[in-house]
């Protein structure tokens, strides 16, 4: 196994490797996102802590006023809030700037052979970094009013493991229709801000009633879901479970088969 992993690092970057070649160069990646993150804030007095209490406040006022609004006991509704707007801001984040993944390191596509898949990983980690600074104001919430355990925690890791993978193969595919078609960009920006609003993320998805089936074929549900429910101590959601493998496997077969069609006629497109 060692042996075949080397042999794919040290193989010539192709359209059929470019995927699994930029995956194993994982230190290529993390040190970008870094590197990127520290110079986003490297005359800041604080730093990446004012991610923390933007969010944190953003939470604190949108929970008590929508708890009021929708009539639902803060100690329920905070945590619930809380955990879903902040996984929500790395999918959405996420989303919205795969879009011009290819198309802003195109100085680098043209300058260096290397996989394309570094330069999408690159900003689903400098995202995902964003997330580690925002998960505890979701998790002292949680501890605030709600009882929880350790197992749970572990479950709510492996969640957002599932979930980064998740939004690399989304960004992969998307990055590349955006390079060969720019108006996508403006489609999926509409569709992220509809998302928002017939997502249960303000909203609880029991308070559907009869229709609470339509959170089943919300694919944002998934993926809020697993991470969600373990944190919450609900019951754990095999349903996502699975709809998040399905998709898993399935998308990084669709990006796999478009970076072989696509992946030689970058450079015409960027």
């Given at each position: 196994?060692?042996?075949?992993?080397?042999?794919?690092?040290?193989?010539?970057?192709t359209?059929?490797?470019?995927?699994?070649?930029?995956?194993l160069?994982?230190?290529?990646?993390?040190?970008?996102?870094?590197?990127?993150?520290?110079?986003?804030?490297?005359?800041?007095?604080?730093?990446?802590?004012?991610?923390?209490?933007s969010?944190?406040?953003?939470?604190?006022?949108?929970?008590?006023?929508y708890?009021?609004?929708?009539?639902?006991?803060?100690?329920?509704?905070?945590?619930?809030?809380a955990?879903?707007?902040?996984?929500?801001?790395?999918i959405?984040?996420?989303l919205?700037?795969?879009?011009?993944?290819?198309?802003?390191?195109?100085?680098?596509?043209?300058?260096?052979?290397?996989?394309?898949?570094?330069?999408?990983?690159?900003?689903?980690?400098?995202?995902?970094?964003?997330?580690?600074?925002?998960?505890?104001?979701?998790?002292?919430?949680?501890?605030?009013?709600?009882?929880?355990?350790?197992?749970?925690?572990?479950?709510?890791?492996?969640?957002?493991?599932?979930?980064?993978?998740?939004?690399?193969?989304?960004?992969?595919?998307?990055?590349?229709?955006?390079?060969r078609?720019?108006?996508?960009?403006?489609?999926?920006?509409?569709?992220?801000?509809?998302?928002?609003?017939?997502?249960?993320?303000?909203?609880?998805?029991?308070?559907?009633?009869?229709?609470?089936?339509?959170?089943?074929?919300?694919?944002?549900?998934h993926?809020?879901?697993?991470?969600r429910?373990?944190?919450?101590n609900?019951?754990?959601?095999?349903?996502?479970?699975?709809?998040?493998?399905?998709?898993?496997?399935?998308?990084?077969?669709?990006?796999?088969?478009?970076?072989?069609?696509?992946?030689?006629?970058?450079?015409?497109w960027?």
């Amino acid at each position: 196994m060692k042996n075949f992993v080397q042999a794919i690092r040290d193989a010539k970057v192709t359209p059929q490797n470019d995927i699994i070649k930029g995956m194993l160069s994982y230190r290529v990646w993390l040190i970008l996102a870094w590197h990127e993150t520290k110079l986003k804030y490297r005359r800041s007095v604080i730093g990446p802590l004012w991610i923390t209490l933007s969010t944190a406040i953003l939470v604190g006022f949108l929970g008590v006023l929508y708890g009021v609004l929708l009539r639902q006991p803060i100690n329920e509704y905070l945590p619930y809030l809380a955990v879903g707007l902040v996984t929500w801001q790395f999918i959405s984040a996420s989303l919205t700037e795969s879009c011009d993944t290819l198309i802003n390191s195109s100085i680098y596509i043209r300058q260096f052979n290397q996989p394309v898949t570094i330069y999408c990983a690159r900003y689903v980690v400098r995202n995902y970094i964003v997330l580690l600074h925002n998960i505890p104001v979701a998790l002292i919430a949680i501890f605030w009013f709600k009882d929880f355990n350790l197992i749970n925690l572990v479950l709510a890791v492996l969640g957002y493991i599932l979930l980064f993978f998740e939004i690399i193969w989304i960004n992969i595919v998307l990055s590349i229709l955006c390079l060969r078609f720019r108006d996508i960009k403006q489609i999926v920006l509409n569709l992220i801000q509809v998302a928002f609003f017939v997502s249960p993320i303000i909203w609880q998805r029991n308070s559907l009633g009869k229709y609470d089936w339509l959170g089943d074929i919300n694919p944002v549900f998934h993926l809020l879901e697993i991470v969600r429910a373990p944190l919450l101590n609900q019951a754990f959601p095999w349903l996502s479970l699975w709809v998040l493998l399905a998709g898993l496997a399935i998308g990084f077969v669709v990006a796999e088969l478009l970076m072989m069609r696509c992946r030689n006629r970058f450079f015409y497109w960027l």
